[in-house]
C-alpha cells in the first residue's frame, strides 16, 4: 500500500456514501477504516465494548472494583473494596485510566461522526429518528450505532421487530434455577426490540404479536398460516377485521347449513344485501356498523 492509499485509509477519504444498496461494499470500507482509529476501531471490529480491562464504567478515583456475580454467572457487580488504592499510585492508576478511557471515548465519537458523514440524506434520516440513537450517539455507543445503521440499510427493522416481539412473547422461566437464564435474556430480547424500530412501531409489533397469539388457533388457522409465513405481518387493525369478516362469515354459513333456532334462521343469514353493497350490518341492514355491534336484537324469520 502506497503512502497515499494508507493517508486515504487513515483519514476516511476514500469511504463510499451509504444508501440503501451497497451495504456489503460500505461495511467492508468502514471497517477497513476502523482498523486505523485505535481502540474505538478494535471495539467495532470485534462487536464487544467492554471498557478498560473489563471495565466499561468511566473511572472516578473512589469507584469500587468488579466482582464476579456468584448469582449470575458471566455476570459482574460492583464490590466493596477500592479500584484505586488511596494513595500516589492509585492516583497514578487513576490517571492512566482516565486517559485511556478518554481516548477510547474521543475514537467512538470519531468513528459515528464519519459513520454520519458518509450516509446519504435519506438513510441518516432514518437511522436518526429509530429509538435508541439519540441515547447512543450521545453515549458514544458506537456498537448500537452500527447496528441500528444496519437494520435501516438492510430492511431488516421491521422484520426484526415481529421476530423479536414473538420471541419476547414465547420467552418463559423454567424452575427456580433458571431465573439468571430467564432474565438475561429477557433483558437482551427487550433492548433489541427497542433498538429495532421507532417506539410506534415497535408498540405495533406487540399488539400484533399478542392478538396473533392469542386468538382460537383453530378457528383461525386458515387466516394464521399467511401470517406465520410471512416476515411482515399486518398491523393488529388489518388482522383484527379480517378476522371479524371470517367469523361472522363461517357463522353465517353454519346459519345457512340450518344450525340455527329450531327452524328460525337469522335475518341476515337470508340477506342478499344491506344499505352498505354487503358491508354493514346483517342484522338490520345499516351501513353505520358490523352485527357484531348491532344494539337491535336480533332478527329471524321462519324457514318453510
Keep these: 500500500m502506497s503512502y ?12 463510499p456514501m451509504l444508501g440503501r444498496t451497497n451495504w456489503p461494499q460500505f461495511r ?5 477504516y476502523a482498523l486505523s482509529q485505535g481502540r474505538g476501531g478494535m471495539i467495532l471490529i ?10 466499561a464504567r468511566k473511572p472516578e478515583f473512589n469507584m469500587v472494583r468488579l466482582v464476579p456475580d456468584v448469582d449470575n454467572p458471566g455476570s459482574m457487580v460492583e464490590g ?5 488504592p488511596n494513595s500516589a499510585v492509585g492516583v497514578s492508576l487513576f490517571q492512566k485510566d482516565e486517559t485511556k478511557y478518554e481516548e477510547i471515548m474521543n475514537s467512538k465519537l470519531k468513528l459515528i461522526s464519519k459513520l454520519l458523514m458518509h450516509m446519504e440524506d435519506d ?9 435508541g440513537f439519540k441515547a447512543a450517539r450521545n453515549s458514544a455507543d458506537i456498537l448500537t450505532v452500527w447496528r441500528i445503521t444496519e437494520q435501516v440499510v438492510q430492511g431488516t427493522g421491521v422484520i426484526s421487530i415481529f421476530s423479536l416481539s414473538t420471541k419476547l412473547h414465547r420467552l418463559k422461566q423454567g ?7 430467564y432474565s438475561k435474556e429477557w ?5 433489541d426490540l427497542q433498538r429495532a424500530g421507532t417506539a410506534e412501531e415497535v408498540l405495533k409489533a406487540m399488539l400484533t404479536t399478542h392478538l396473533v397469539f392469542s386468538v382460537n388457533q383453530d378457528q383461525f388457522r386458515d387466516k394464521l398460516v399467511p401470517i406465520y409465513g410471512s416476515t ?3 398491523d393488529y387493525d388489518t388482522i383484527l377485521e379480517q378476522f371479524n369478516t371470517f367469523a361472522l362469515n363461517m357463522e353465517r354459513i353454519g346459519d345457512l347449513e340450518g344450525k340455527a333456532n329450531d327452524g328460525k334462521m337469522p335475518a341476515y343469514a337470508a340477506m342478499t344485501k344491506t344499505t352498505n353493497n354487503g358491508n354493514g350490518c346483517w342484522n338490520c341492514g345499516s351501513g353505520d356498523q358490523i352485527r357484531v355491534n348491532c344494539p337491535n336484537p336480533p332478527a329471524t324469520y321462519t324457514t318453510l
Design 28 to 32: 467492508d470500507a468502514f471497517m477497513d
Design 187 to 191: 433483558l437482551t430480547t427487550v433492548t
Design 123 to 131: 438513510v441518516r434520516a432514518k437511522v436518526e429518528t429509530l429509538q
Design 4 to 15: 497515499k492509499e494508507e493517508d486515504e485509509r487513515r483519514s476516511g477519504k476514500g469511504l
Design 46 to 55: 470485534r462487536g464487544v465494548d467492554d471498557g478498560i480491562d473489563g471495565d
Design 232 to 234: 411482515n405481518w399486518p
Design 80 to 84: 466493596i473494596e477500592r479500584k484505586y
Design 175 to 181: 424452575d427456580q434455577s433458571d431465573w439468571a437464564r
